[in-house]
């Protein structure tokens, strides 16, 4: 079961729940603005879902077996892998293996954080709490991330349109590659790129079935059992983008690579796909970095500067290569936000801004909708804090974000917050008022720039 406080997050970011009805279950869906789909379930989740429930019919019917282990690439809210993991379930158990063991299990992955949330959120809704453990487990992780020794029945996918031409590329040969004998890839895609996923499919794999929706076209394709096991799954973690190089952008500096400028200072971003501020450096992080050259940086990090930093949503890595490039100090960098593919491209681009001053520190990456929870990997406390927090319409998570920096924040140490300016102001009426049962926060400077405005504190010393 679910902590209050996960809940409390996840019931936040709720737009609106809709029914939904997949071979005779009834379901309810939480949605958010900030995720896929806010306001219905989609037509070309529909659509799929139509066409995986005629296959397994079809199955059934020829007497082929059930899938026992299933992949939802891409879940959002999780519709999709909800849906199969409680069909398959009930198909399972009409088939006599009511038990389900392992390893009748689906898998739902997702680059954004707050996706995995909402998946687990609508996995325990949507299965009765009385039965047996949830079959369906959620990883904030790239497309076809995964056990590296795992092949899967069924690969189910409402593939991003926007991902990147060679990262689709990638899931098609890559999926085929995953599947156990005789499994199958069901793919979602809008019309627009039906000749490319078709000449694709045609190259690496065996197409089953295609049908085409007014929006949509469902492909069902297969392995040919001939081909060899070239690639595993996608690997993600410390050396993501070398192991992984089609997520890097091409740009006139190269693969992936250009030159930014901020207040006078020069840094180098590699870009990745499917992550924002692959061409410039978001508006909040220009905000965050004219005030940290206002008021200096030796104001915000007094020297010696030591022990840990965090830094909440910098995106692809502009602001903490800059800051590095600045003479930020610090023994440990703690880089946590919403998307992996843009912590794991912040991760590379830090590393590098490292390299280039010759100077060492600590990396890490925390995946986390909003700024991280305790764990035994991460810090207890930070020195220095920034955050670039994702506004969600609808969700009010500024008092949140101060209880979070009273968490996180040392005394003495200071935060910087970058917003789109009406948001910043209303975060700064959230600021704890401080007294004998709680801390003092006071502002140092803030400063607008294009629509967002930065503003930064200093926790004072707790009160005895």
Not at 55 to 72: E, K, M, V
Request: glycine share 8%; hydrophobic share 40%.
């Amino acid at each position: 079961m679910w902590s209050g406080s996960i809940v409390n997050i996840v019931e936040s970011y709720i737009s609106k729940e809709v029914p939904f009805r997949f071979r005779g279950i009834d379901f309810t869906f939480a949605l958010s603005h900030g995720l896929f789909s806010s306001n219905d379930i989609d037509t070309g989740t529909r659509l799929l879902l139509r066409v995986l429930s005629q296959t397994w019919d079809a199955d059934r019917a020829a007497g082929r077996p059930l899938p026992r282990s299933a992949l939802d690439s891409g879940c959002g809210v999780g519709v999709i892998g909800i849906c199969a993991a409680r069909a398959l379930r009930d198909l399972h158990a009409a088939t006599g293996s009511a038990a389900c063991p392992p390893p009748f299990l689906v898998r739902a992955q997702d680059r954004d954080d707050l996706a995995r949330l909402f998946t687990e959120y609508n996995a325990e809704r949507n299965f009765p709490t009385t039965e047996a453990p949830v079959p369906l487990t959620a990883r904030t992780e790239p497309l076809l991330a995964g056990p590296a020794d795992h092949r899967w029945d069924l690969i189910l996918t409402n593939i991003p349109a926007k991902a990147g031409t060679p990262v689709l590329e990638d899931f098609v040969r890559r999926s085929v590659e995953l599947l156990s004998p005789g499994g199958r890839v069901i793919m979602v895609a809008v019309n627009t790129l039906v000749n490319f996923f078709r000449s694709l499919i045609e190259k690496y794999g065996t197409m089953l079935r295609e049908e085409t929706g007014k929006e949509h076209t469902v492909f069902v394709y297969q392995r040919r059992e001939m081909d060899a096991m070239l690639n595993g799954p996608v690997i993600a973690g410390e050396h993501f983008l070398q192991n992984n190089p089609f997520y890097l952008r091409n740009s006139a500096g190269g693969m992936g690579g250009g030159d930014y400028e901020m207040e006078g200072i020069r840094y180098h971003i590699d870009a990745v796909h499917g992550a924002a501020e692959f061409d410039r450096p978001g508006a909040a992080a220009v905000a965050a970095a004219k005030l940290v050259s206002r008021l200096g940086l030796e104001k915000l990090c007094p020297p010696p500067q030591v022990g840990a930093i965090l830094i909440h949503e910098s995106g692809q890595g502009h602001f903490p290569a800059w800051l590095l490039q600045r003479g930020l100090k610090a023994d440990r960098l703690v880089l946590s936000g919403r998307n992996i593919l843009a912590l794991e491209a912040a991760r590379h681009n830090t590393k590098a801004a490292l390299a280039a001053k010759a100077a060492d520190m600590s990396i890490q990456v925390i995946p986390g909708t909003e700024l991280p929870v305790e764990h035994p990997a991460i810090p207890e406390a930070y020195s220095f804090i920034v955050a670039f927090p994702e506004t969600v319409p609808g969700a009010e998570r500024h008092t949140a974000l101060w209880e979070d920096l009273v968490r996180l924040l040392l005394p003495n140490g200071t935060a910087l917050i970058a917003l789109p300016a009406s948001e910043a102001e209303k975060f700064d009426r959230k600021k704890p008022a401080g007294g004998p049962n709680g801390p003092h926060f006071t502002r140092l400077g803030d400063i607008k720039r294009r629509g967002f405005r930065a503003l930064a504190y200093r926790r004072n010393q707790d009160p005895v």
